[in-house]
Every structure is written in C-alpha cells, then in structure tokens.
C-alpha cells in the first residue's frame, strides 16, 4: 500500500483532495510539520489563495526545508503548483525554487475574465506516465489568476501538458521527481481520478 502524505498548509481544498483520494481506495496521512513526512511513498502539497500566506505557512511548519529534501515523489495541486516554482508575480513572493522559472499573472483582454474559472481542454498532452489515459482535448477544472508560462520550461522542466486562457500555459509539469497540476484534480471528474491515480502508481 502507498503511504500517501497530504500537507496541510490552510489550503481549502484539503479535504476534497482527501476524498478524491479516499475515492481512489488511498487514505492519505494528513501532514502539519515535517517530521510528519517521513516515511512517506508520496507528497502531495494543495493550495487555495494566495501565494504568500500560502509560505508563511509552509516555513512555520517546518515544511520548506523538508520539501526541498525530499527523494519521493511530490505533486503540488493548484496553488501548490505555483510554490514549487523560485517566485510569483503574486505579492513578489519567494517560493520552494523546485523547479526553475517565475510564475505570473494571467492578462485579462477581451472576453477574457480573470481569475480563470471553469472547465478547460488540455493540449499538447505529452506521453509521460503521469499522463498515462490522459488525451489532448480532455477538460480539466481550473480556478486560478495566476500561472506558470509555457515557455518557463528550463534546465530539465517538462511542460507535460498546456491549457489556454487568452494565452498558453502550463498545465501539468514535471522536472524530475517534482510534479505540478494547475487545475483542480478533485473537481476534474475522470480525468482528475486519472491524473491522482497515475501519480499514485507511477515508477520513477
């Protein structure tokens, strides 16, 4: 059986995450510091609001160095995505420096509202085992202002999968053991169970 942390950092979507999981035949260990984390098989960090709330409660619990030395799996969710990034545009705020880049601002235009809100196609689905089942024009559930550019692919980062709101953007990324997941896997339906499911399983 997988041990499966969930970290607890005040996001709202905690417990839908838990129950999707929970759906899935997994009951996740809900993790608050960072002894918590040992023993784990996989990390999964979610994450509503705002970026720098956001680390302020990480590094308060002892979680940023912990994170940063992990050597399993970790799948940052929505807003735990963008941490795992060096920086957001978001309040200038520093964040984990997983993955290389900066997260930015979506640009509102024309017919274009912000923050980002509703079912979306993925594109440019790659065939990484993340991805395992998982098709271009499959639609995930997204709520965000804020994202990672498509371009932001650097120094080993891969772009796994895009979406589009008034512009590209990363959807899905991987850069080694380090995943991200910009929409809501818990509110994607199918495709969602997939994406935690392939996680769950997947082979480094």
Same mark, same amino acid.
């Given at each position: 059986?997988?041990?499966? =942390?969930?970290?607890?950092?005040?996001?709202? %979507?905690?417990?839908?995450?838990? /129950?999707?999981?929970?759906?899935?035949?997994?009951?996740?260990? !809900?993790?608050?510091?960072?002894?918590?984390?040992?023993?784990?098989?996989?990390?999964?960090?979610?994450?509503?609001?705002?970026?720098?709330?956001?680390?302020?409660?990480?590094?308060?619990?002892?979680?940023?160095?912990?994170?940063?030395?992990?050597?399993?799996p970790l799948l940052g969710v929505c807003l735990g995505m963008q941490l795992? /990034?060096?920086?957001?545009?978001?309040?200038?705020?520093?964040?984990?420096?997983?993955?290389?880049?900066?997260?930015?601002? &979506?640009?509102?235009?024309?017919g274009i509202r912000i923050p980002h809100m509703g079912w979306n196609a993925?594109?440019?689905?790659?065939?990484?085992?993340?991805?395992?089942? !998982?098709?271009?024009?499959?639609?995930?559930?997204?709520? *965000?202002?804020?994202a990672a550019p498509v371009d932001v692919g650097v120094s080993g980062t891969?772009?796994?999968?895009?979406?589009? *709101?008034?512009?590209?953007?990363?959807? !899905?990324?991987? *850069?080694?053991?380090? @995943?991200? =997941?910009? @929409?809501?896997?818990?509110?994607?339906?199918? &495709?969602?169970?997939?994406?935690?499911? %392939? @996680?769950?399983?997947?082979?480094?």
């Amino acid at each position: 059986m997988t041990d499966v =942390a969930l970290i607890d950092a005040g996001g709202a %979507n905690l417990g839908s995450v838990r /129950y999707a999981l929970e759906r899935l035949g997994v009951t996740p260990r !809900i993790v608050r510091d960072a002894d918590e984390l040992a023993g784990a098989d996989r990390v999964i960090l979610p994450g509503v609001g705002a970026a720098a709330p956001a680390m302020r409660a990480l590094r308060a619990q002892g979680l940023v160095e912990a994170l940063r030395d992990l050597k399993v799996p970790l799948l940052g969710v929505c807003l735990g995505m963008q941490l795992l /990034y060096e920086s957001s545009e978001e309040g200038e705020t520093p964040c984990l420096g997983l993955l290389p880049g900066r997260v930015k601002a &979506l640009r509102p235009a024309p017919g274009i509202r912000i923050p980002h809100m509703g079912w979306n196609a993925l594109s440019c689905v790659t065939g990484d085992g993340l991805l395992q089942g !998982i098709r271009d024009g499959d639609r995930a559930y997204f709520v *965000h202002g804020y994202a990672a550019p498509v371009d932001v692919g650097v120094s080993g980062t891969s772009v796994l999968a895009t979406a589009h *709101h008034g512009e590209a953007f990363a959807a !899905i990324v991987r *850069h080694g053991l380090y @995943f991200g =997941a910009q @929409f809501h896997p818990e509110r994607s339906s199918a &495709l969602g169970s997939r994406l935690l499911e %392939n @996680f769950i399983r997947w082979v480094p």
